[in-house]
């Protein structure tokens, strides 16, 4: 009874006031912002469709900039030729989206992407962009059309004595730890009445003696691996080894190989895709596959 009656002895507004919740509306867009800063991309995304003051505080460039590699300016120059070639007037949030989506460069030959979910950086090179012994032989090697690789083209392998897959590239990477990975498959896939099958055809050599991969970068890292080529039909991303770039260095030069060259016997029915260069990190994601 004394509760109902403190009610009428409260001013109007008052009550008003009093009943009246806080909700997430009330928050300032600058504190939610600064909030964001600890949160990843997606999580950002998700929270700006609650309401307006959430809305506005992922789109503040200092949210997006603490996204971005440090370096970002150099991938855009590396990637798109300079400031004429990419928009001036985005913002950051649309800066990062535009890196997220994979970019070619260098005659088509690589492109490089940002992960959505982290912000690192990702390059890819196609079979096209490698140096591969005997490719210009039609004895030995093919190039063929599929819709199984990024770049919609593989080298496929017949047959050869001297097993030699080189590359290199000279990019800004940012800091960070990163691995290289062939991207390759024993065997030649193709569909009959719309099932996917392997030809296994030309497939041999690669059980006598395993296939070297190396790495060496502009900075004196060097890792080498080897392995057996198994596993007709499937896809598979080969690790050659890590590498770490630290500081502030503008590019760095990273030169790789896959070698098998054991003259004494010949190899081939083996799928050449891409190479890949990724975060330490992602290594678990790429068991996958």
Same mark, same amino acid.
């Given at each position: 009874? /004394?509760?109902?009656?403190?009610?009428?002895?409260?001013?109007?507004?008052?009550?008003?006031?009093?009943?009246?919740?806080?909700?997430?509306?009330?928050?300032?867009?600058?504190?939610?912002?600064?909030?964001?800063?600890?949160?990843?991309?997606?999580?950002?995304?998700?929270?700006?469709?609650?309401?307006?003051?959430?809305?506005?505080?992922?789109?503040?460039?200092?949210?997006?900039?603490?996204?971005?590699?440090?370096?970002?300016?150099?991938?855009?120059?590396?990637?798109? /030729?300079?400031?004429?070639?990419?928009?001036?007037?985005?913002?950051?949030?649309?800066?990062?989206?535009?890196?997220?989506?994979?970019?070619?460069?260098?005659?088509?030959? @690589?492109?490089?992407?940002?992960?959505?979910?982290?912000?690192?950086?990702?390059?890819?090179?196609?079979?096209?962009?490698?140096?591969?012994? /005997?490719?210009?032989?039609?004895?030995?090697?093919?190039?063929?059309?599929?819709?199984?690789?990024?770049?919609?083209?593989?080298?496929?392998?017949?047959?050869?004595?001297?097993?030699?897959?080189?590359?290199?590239?000279?990019?800004?990477?940012?800091?960070?730890?990163?691995?290289?990975?062939?991207?390759?498959?024993?065997?030649?896939?193709?569909?009959?009445?719309?099932?996917?099958?392997?030809?296994?055809?030309?497939?041999?050599?690669?059980?006598? @003696?395993?296939?070297?991969?190396?790495?060496?970068?502009?900075?004196?890292?060097?890792?080498?691996?080897?392995?057996?080529?198994?596993?007709?039909? @499937?896809?598979?991303?080969?690790?050659?080894?890590?590498?770490?770039?630290?500081?502030?260095?503008?590019?760095? @030069?990273?030169?790789?190989?896959?070698?098998?060259?054991?003259?004494?016997?010949?190899?081939?029915?083996?799928?050449?895709?891409?190479?890949?260069?990724?975060?330490?990190?992602?290594?678990?994601?790429?068991?996958?596959?």
């Amino acid at each position: 009874m /004394g509760s109902s009656l403190s009610l009428f002895l409260i001013p109007r507004d008052s009550t008003a006031a009093a009943l009246a919740d806080p909700g997430l509306g009330d928050l300032p867009e600058s504190c939610v912002a600064s909030v964001m800063v600890y949160l990843d991309p997606q999580e950002i995304c998700s929270l700006s469709v609650l309401n307006r003051a959430f809305r506005d505080a992922s789109s503040a460039d200092f949210v997006w900039e603490s996204k971005l590699p440090l370096n970002y300016g150099s991938l855009i120059d590396r990637v798109f /030729g300079g400031v004429d070639d990419f928009p001036t007037n985005l913002c950051k949030r649309d800066i990062y989206a535009r890196l997220c989506r994979p970019s070619y460069f260098d005659g088509g030959t @690589k492109k490089v992407w940002l992960d959505k979910g982290t912000g690192r950086v990702c390059l890819s090179m196609s079979a096209n962009g490698l140096a591969i012994t /005997g490719i210009d032989d039609r004895r030995y090697w093919n190039r063929i059309e599929t819709d199984e690789s990024r770049f919609k083209s593989i080298a496929y392998l017949q047959q050869i004595w001297w097993f030699e897959v080189d590359g290199e590239v000279d990019f800004p990477f940012p800091a960070g730890s990163y691995s290289i990975f062939y991207r390759l498959q024993v065997g030649r896939a193709s569909r009959r009445f719309g099932r996917r099958i392997c030809n296994s055809e030309h497939v041999h050599g690669w059980d006598k @003696k395993p296939v070297q991969f190396q790495l060496s970068t502009s900075d004196g890292q060097q890792a080498t691996t080897q392995c057996y080529m198994k596993e007709p039909g @499937k896809w598979k991303y080969h690790h050659v080894g890590d590498f770490i770039v630290t500081g502030s260095r503008a590019t760095m @030069k990273v030169k790789f190989s896959m070698t098998q060259i054991d003259c004494t016997h010949t190899k081939g029915g083996l799928c050449v895709d891409s190479v890949l260069i990724c975060p330490s990190e992602f290594t678990e994601r790429l068991k996958r596959f």
